[in-house]
């Protein structure tokens, strides 16, 4: 059988790594970044660049958009200069070469907000008196956005545009807001007992995005394990695309 051909821009990072390193037997996983992944064959090249990265598109099924400077406190120009450029070239680049699907990957600081408000900010800390795991509301997916600095903003920012791209030029557009995927994959503090989601977790929730129907238009997702203090709403992902996550972050308690 022909494999898919996936392309995973900024392959060379920690979640880009994970994933070519779980994905790269069963489709046939290539990579763009400004360096080269030791897993996958990779285009160096800057996603800021549209011309540069073009070559990195043609003949591509699906694509992983993970490019981007992940620094959640980042200024706003850094911001202009990198994130929203990187992001609005993917997707022009993905529909120019006919890319049938594009999975962003977005962050829980699309609704980071959210944790400056209890229940959620007690849980961040760690202090969980009075509170019952299973009685805390969960934020879901189709709450207003709340982002939390223009990191945040440039996330709802890609999910937008990859709903513009959908409806206009019917491309399939995934977002995965990510809680926490760290080099350990165990949480480190308080709040990763929370937001944690482990390697495996992740590369079923990605897997599972690149096998859902292409009628699947547009889905966004939390990613996230199964953790007992979990806040973020995960029933869409099982209905949409089947993610079941198998970890809990209590293990490590
Ligand atoms: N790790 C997490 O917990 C987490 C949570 C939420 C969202 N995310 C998002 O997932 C993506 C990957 O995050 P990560 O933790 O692997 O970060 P990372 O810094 O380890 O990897 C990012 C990769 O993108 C590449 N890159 C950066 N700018 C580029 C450009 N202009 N052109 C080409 N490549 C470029 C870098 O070289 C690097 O290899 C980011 O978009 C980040 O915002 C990560």
Redesign the pocket.
Known sequence: MVKKKILI?????????VLAVALKDEYEVTG????NSIYVPTIK????ILEN?MPAFSGIDMVI??????DQYSKWEVIHD??L??TSNVLEAAKECGVKRVIF?????ATGMHEFDWPYSQIIEGDYAGLKSNQIPLISTDMPVRPDGP?GIA?VFGEAAGKFYSDQYGLSSLSV??????AEGKPINHRQFATL?SHSDLVQLFRKCIQAPLTLKYGIYY?VSNNKWRFWDIKNSESDIGYKPQDNAEIWR
């Open positions: 821009t900024g392959v060379s990072g920690l979640v880009g790594s763009v970044d400004l360096e090249a800057d996603c800021t990265i958009d993970l490019a981007s400077n992940p990198i994130n450029k990187c990957a977005s962050s829980n600081h990191y996330k807001r990510i809680g926490t995927l760290n989601i990613g």
